[in-house]
């Protein structure tokens, strides 16, 4: 969906993973925060299956006590993440064409690029760099069946959306700022279902990719390890966590570190492709940890050991994202209504809304 214009609306960010439903908008005047409303409500169950909408009612429901439980949203347009798993980045190379052809040119090249076809995504691009003879492109797609359940969804309920945006883009656009502008940083965002990959070099975001390996993984691990019940083994995670000095210590390390050590070896593989790929043999030098379960204590400290233990390279700098560093200057952010430890979770809902808050429209 791309509505380009000169006319200024207010949208607020609306991220729906497969278990929950973030709410955020975001106001500024003359650079200070003027208001930002949050909500986080669990998503209703079968309603988001394997990234499928299978259910727009219920879906439609979930979003109006998201709204409700904001209570300050004042604006009707919305602009809303889509799935990793539903969506696909890619760089691609094209001849040298005027502007108005290279939209046409796209499906040609892409065809043979992506896993479904071109005639059942939505796709958008961007022009990264342009030389004498060619353009080089960063083309996003988006499953038609997801954005138009989503879009009649939002219908239903008065909304009115704006634009579509894949999640990594909007978390990419909270997290990096004027400090990463040259650098080239892996985001590692840590949710309930599942744990994603964002490469963002020289502040544009790459390359995507996402595994079914996350916070609720170390939540059942721990359950089976202890014998407890599921909500007694998220109370473990969340106050113990890796770095435990509680009774059954070596227990539930044994429980966690696994699950950790997967996300881990996915980190790396990431690392090993980009690197190897990148045109200029540029190397990751930060990653920035987000979502929620990146909160669980221990889980920055071992992944910063494992990471740097032995790879003969310039240490990596690992470190918690902070979703308001393109809101306001460090000492202004004391008065956020979340602390940057608490917005972790809400970093890909922040992004949207950052898009969100001058939007243009035709």
């Not at 579509?164 to 940083?185: D, N, P, W, Y």
């Not at 918690?320 to 306001?328: D, K, Q």
């Not at 992004?351 to 939007?359: H, K, M, N, T, V």
Request: charged content about 20%; overall charge negative; some cysteine.
């Amino acid at each position: 969906m791309r509505l380009f214009g000169n006319k200024k609306i207010h949208a607020f960010g609306l991220d729906i993973s497969d278990s929950s439903i973030k709410v955020a908008q975001i106001g500024l005047h003359k650079g200070q925060l003027q208001s930002a409303v949050f909500a986080d409500v669990p998503l209703l169950e079968k309603t988001i299956v394997n990234h499928l909408i299978t259910d727009e009612s219920k879906l439609a429901s979930c979003i109006s006590k998201a709204l409700k439980t904001a209570k300050n949203i004042n604006t009707k347009f919305v602009i809303c993440s889509v799935p990793e798993a539903k969506s696909f980045v890619r760089i691609i190379n094209i001849q040298k064409i005027p502007a108005s052809e290279i939209e046409g040119a796209i499906p040609f090249e892409l065809e043979q690029d992506i896993p479904i076809p071109m005639d059942q995504v939505y796709f958008d691009w961007q022009i990264l760099h342009e030389l004498p003879d060619r353009l080089e492109l960063l083309v996003t797609c988006t499953s038609k069946d997801y954005v138009d359940s989503l879009v009649s969804a939002l219908h239903s309920i008065k909304l009115t959306p704006v634009a579509m945006e894949i999640g990594s883009q909007a978390t990419a656009r909270a997290l990096t700022g004027a400090a990463q502008a040259a650098k080239s940083v892996l985001i590692v965002d840590i949710g309930a279902v599942a744990t994603s990959f964002i490469i963002v070099d020289q502040g544009v975001p790459l390359y995507t990719s996402s595994i079914p390996i996350a916070g609720n993984s170390f939540t059942d691990s721990i359950a089976r390890n202890l014998s407890v019940p599921q909500a007694e083994a998220e109370k473990i995670k969340l106050s113990s966590g890796v770095s435990t000095q509680m009774e059954h210590e070596d227990t539930i390390r044994q429980a966690v570190l696994p699950v950790l050590d997967n996300i881990i070896d996915e980190i790396k593989n990431v690392i090993r492709f980009f690197e190897e790929h990148s045109p200029n043999h540029r190397l990751i030098d930060t990653i920035l940890l987000c979502g929620g379960s990146s909160r669980v204590p221990g889980v920055m400290e071992y992944i910063s050991t494992r990471i740097n233990l032995g790879s003969g390279k310039l240490q990596i700098e690992v470190a918690a994202g902070n979703p308001w560093s393109n809101v306001l200057p460090a000492s202004n952010q004391g008065t956020m209504p979340l602390n940057a430890a608490e917005a972790l979770s809400f970093s890909t809902a922040i992004g949207l809304a950052l898009r969100g808050f001058d939007y243009e429209v035709e």
